[in-house]
């Protein structure tokens, strides 16, 4: 990854430690190789899932599995304090989106967080340039499947997790949505 790919990784994985208490047994859907458990200090457990994962890794408490969710995650045995999608979910099509909502909920303490930070549809546009110069990497920016940010409450919500917040951030091109589990 280049230097502006981990500033942006950083900056989104300082979005969501707020929600991602000491001792949280957390999944992260789209973990790359695990950033979020070696900057977040303090995380409990952690599972991370991803198609470019390096397989089989395991350090302590974390854990990274290759592969694509849900397909490749083992039955779970006990339900996650957080579930993060950093930059993950606008590269789920469509039929997949409500699944993973339902996922999440069931997957879920009461009392625990789904974190998500998605793109304004904008930033593909901004993400080829910044890719045709060199500057980022933008990891599998080729599968962004137009995803409409404004979905975003519905997949979740409609799931039975509640909103707690949404807000913009890296200039407003890209949103923190923060659901929680009654």
């Known amino acids: 990854m280049k230097a502006l790919d981990v500033l942006l990784q950083n900056w989104r994985i300082a979005k969501a430690r707020p929600y991602v208490a000491p001792g949280a047994n957390v999944l992260d859907i789209g973990s790359a190789d695990g950033a979020l458990y070696r900057r977040i200090p303090g995380i409990g457990a952690y599972t991370g899932l991803d198609p470019e ?9 974390m854990k990274l599995l290759k592969g694509a969710f849900p397909d490749d995650l083992p039955p779970l045995d006990v339900p996650f304090d ?4 950093l930059a993950v979910l606008e590269h789920f099509p469509a039929a997949a989106q409500k699944r993973l909502g ?3 909920a069931d997957s879920l303490k009461p009392g625990g967080f789904v974190v998500v930070t998605v793109p304004d549809p904008a930033v593909d546009r901004i993400l080829d340039v910044l890719i ?6 933008g990891m599998e920016a080729d599968e962004h499947y137009g995803f409409d940010v404004r979905e975003t409450p519905s997949i979740f919500v409609g ?3 509640s909103q707690v917040t949404h807000e913009r951030f890296q200039l407003g091109l ?3 949505f923060v659901f929680r589990k009654p």
């Open 53 to 61: 994962a390096p397989p089989g890794r395991e350090q302590g408490p």
């Open 132 to 137: 045709a110069l060199r500057v980022l990497d």
């Open 82 to 85: 957080a579930i993060t999608m």
């Open 159 to 161: 799931a039975g997790l």
């Open 174 to 176: 890209n949103n923190l």
């Open 102 to 104: 339902a996922f999440c």
